[in-house]
């Protein structure tokens, strides 16, 4: 991985980490004190100008004497040039501490306490105006969050003029207050130079009277988790898998001194093992490449090849192993004994059990994939605990194994029905690609006809009228067998009238948006008069009238006298198409959102060159020095330093001021907290409004 991806790595995980704590607590914004070291001067003579800023505790700033290429913002200071001074030199810092650095990698120099830099100054006349602009980063040491970079600017204009001779006092900062970024083509954080591009004012926010934001990343990494736990039982009911339950057993009941002790272990180091995994991801991977992975139609047609191969392996067309000569070396230190033989034991069974387990870790770690440092490790941790638990259970309580059903044809049954569920969630991943990059090719409807051939196929071939070349004959149907077909053809009975426009709430997350089907019958009354900018191929669902522009959004507001939704969202993001679906749906909502508010739907994924904007919408973010040339990059890069988040979706209620009228959301499927958001912005933009 280049230094540079880590560096865009690392500065995502800053911001992830910090969100809670940026929300909940302002940082105080630092202040700077210049001085000089004489108190007289004439024309020409040198005199040394400090810059002074108190760090708060447990926080740092990055210093100008460091590589700016390895990652962090530096300190730079950048003087006005002007006839009447000439710098000497170059600026320097006092007190910087070198260290090297992992995340970057590099050696960084970073200061605590106090921030002093020092420049030499030659005075060339008797009134020099001396301007500076400062920008500079400060991390905390306890989060790791960074604040967006700050941008300051200073003015030396406070001198008196004696016979000629200069008295230099000491100067004052231009009300100390950070200042908007330039808004030229090349160095504003915005095309739209109309707006100020500071982090909104969130002063009228009253924290007493507030509902509290509820940020929906526990839950749903709760739900993640199950969804990985799942799997995990999944991968015992394989014929790789189930029949090493009583093969383990008889290895630890040989034992009775340790036995019990050495199956417990066991167990963990199943854990241990998986979990290694996840971390390893997590570590590599990190949470931006992760959201490059989730959107970017390369590693999702990727992962659409891996999941169709996976599929057609569980169906029986091949076999996927790991080489024998690899798990034999491996299986010979598990006879050395002790703690370590038994790790050996277990990282043995791990690999043996890869054919069948494989395309399910697999499947959870791709899943992992959405933008969440965390979820890799809690995946694999959750899958693991699904998958040791019994070995381990079973290992205690041998007497358990004789209501164990015997090992026989329906192993290979559990691993078909794997084997068309693979296939299904394949077609999600070349959806996304499809939907982000607009090919038209997999719209809604005909997703939805693939899923339920999928269903049909799953359902027919457990009830025994479908064979495959590993299977045993069926001389009779059993109730069980019909029992676990029944959920398949409900599914594609439910599935069917998404066909024709049924929003199919409970899996919206996982289709095409709406607005992609060829025949909507809930839509044909309706005709599409937007036309806002980008309208041509971005959309807002429910048949609200919307913007796709920031800028454009922020003028129309001031005209309608309204306050501005922003939601931050993805083509490919599955808890926006949820929130849409459920929440959004709700009347009181939809009410609110189309009457009260002007909705700005903001796709942090649109990056299709062919719809890169012209070269005049172009800028450099002052974040990390880029060019921003498409709508999602540019996107993405307002969300991170306006609102310090880099996951969608992200709903953020302010004024045409940028004034922040309650704390922005994230993934709550609560109708009534997404109710109360919406009346509690209401209600503090009127009150700005009468003021």
């Known amino acids: 991985m280049s230094n540079k991806l880590k560096f865009v790595c690392a500065v995502i995980v800053f911001f992830s980490c910090g969100l809670n704590q940026s929300f909940a607590q302002l940082k105080t914004d630092p202040t700077w004190k210049i ?66 650095e992992e995340i970057w990698p590099g050696d960084v120099s970073t200061m605590t306490g106090k921030a002093e830099f020092r420049q030499k100054v030659k005075v060339l006349s008797a009134n020099p105006v001396i301007k500076v602009s400062i920008e500079f980063q400060e991390c905390s040491e306890i989060t790791g969050m960074c604040m967006p970079p700050y941008n300051y600017d200073l003015q030396f204009n406070e001198l008196k003029v004696i016979d000629g001779d200069a008295i230099i006092q000491e100067s004052t900062t231009e009300n100390n207050t950070k200042t908007s970024v330039d808004t030229n083509k090349t160095t ?136 024998t000569s690899f798990v034999n070396s491996v299986n010979k230190k598990s006879n050395v004994g002790g703690y370590l033989g038994v790790f050996f034991l277990a990282f043995t069974m791990v690999l043996v059990s890869f054919s069948c387990t494989g395309p399910l870790v697999g499947n959870v770690l791709i899943q992992a994939f959405g933008g969440n440092y965390l979820r890799p490790i809690a995946g694999m941790f959750a899958f693991s605990m699904a998958f040791a638990i019994p070995f381990t259970l079973f290992a205690i309580f041998p007497q358990w194994l004789s209501n164990l059903p015997k090992s026989g044809g329906w192993l290979n049954s559990v691993k078909v029905v794997l084997g068309f569920i693979e296939l299904g969630l394949a077609l999600k991943f070349f959806s996304v690609a499809d939907t982000v990059y607009h090919w038209g090719i997999l719209n809604r409807d005909i997703y939805i006809v693939l899923w339920i051939i999928l269903s049909l196929l799953t359902g027919i071939y457990i009830l025994g009228k479908l064979k495959f070349s590993h299977d045993s004959e069926l001389s009779y149907i059993s109730v069980t067998r019909l029992f676990f077909s029944l959920p398949f053809f409900a599914f594609a009975l439910y599935l069917a009238p998404g066909i024709i426009g049924a929003p199919l709430k409970a899996i919206s997350g996982y289709l095409p948006p709406q607005h992609t089907l060829s025949f909507d019958i809930g839509n044909l009354n309706k005709t599409e008069s937007n036309k806002a900018k980008h309208s041509d191929f971005l959309h807002i669902p429910h048949g609200i009238q919307g913007y796709f522009d920031y800028c454009e959004a922020i003028e129309n507001a001031r005209k309608l006298n309204k306050p501005l939704f922003l939601d931050f969202t993805g083509h490919g993001c599955v808890n926006c198409r949820e929130m849409e679906a459920n929440v959004w749906s709700d009347p009181q909502v939809l009410k609110l959102l189309k009457e009260d508010y002007v909705v700005v739907s ?27 040339k498409t709508i999602g990059k540019q996107v993405l890069d307002l969300q991170i330093r306006k609102f310090n988040f880099n996951a969608q979706p992200l709903y953020v209620l302010i004024d045409a001021n940028e004034n922040l009228l309650a704390k922005p959301r994230t993934y709550d499927r609560d109708v009534q907290h997404f109710i109360d958001f919406l009346e509690k912005g209401k209600k503090v933009y009127n009150k700005i409004q009468s003021q």
């Open 602 to 628: 903001l796709y942090a994924d649109e990056n299709k060159l062919k719809y890169q904007l012209p070269e005049s919408e172009w800028y450099t973010s002052a974040l990390d020095g880029k060019v921003k």
């Open 35 to 100: 001085t000089s070291n004489k108190s007289e001067i004439k024309a020409g003579d040198e005199i040394e100008l400090t810059f002074n800023s108190q760090i708060e505790k447990n926080w740092y700033m990055y210093s100008s004497d460091m590589d700016p290429n390895i990652g962090p913002i530096v300190a730079s200071f950048d003087f006005k040039k002007h006839a009447s001074y000439q710098l000497i030199g170059k600026i320097k810092p006092v007190g910087a501490k070198h260290h090297y």
């Open 188 to 323: 504003n954080n915005n095309a739209c130079e109309k707006v100020n591009m500071s982090k909104p004012n969130d002063s009228y926010i009253n924290d007493e009277s507030l509902t509290e934001a509820v940020d929906g990343s526990d839950k749903s990494l709760l739900g993640f988790m199950l969804y990985a736990f799942l799997f995990g039982l999944a991968a015992l009911l394989t014929p790789c898998v189930f029949p090493m339950i009583p093969m383990t057993v008889t290895f630890f009941t040989k034992n009775q001194d340790n036995g019990k002790k050495n199956a417990i272990f066991y167990g963990l180091s199943i854990v241990f093992i998986y979990t290694i995994i996840g971390t390893a991801v997590s570590i590599v991977m990190g949470p931006d490449f992760a959201n490059w992975l989730s959107t970017h139609w390369l590693p999702n047609l990727l992962f659409f090849a891996i999941f169709v191969v996976f599929g057609v392996s569980f169906l029986g067309l091949f076999e996927i192993t790991l080489p």
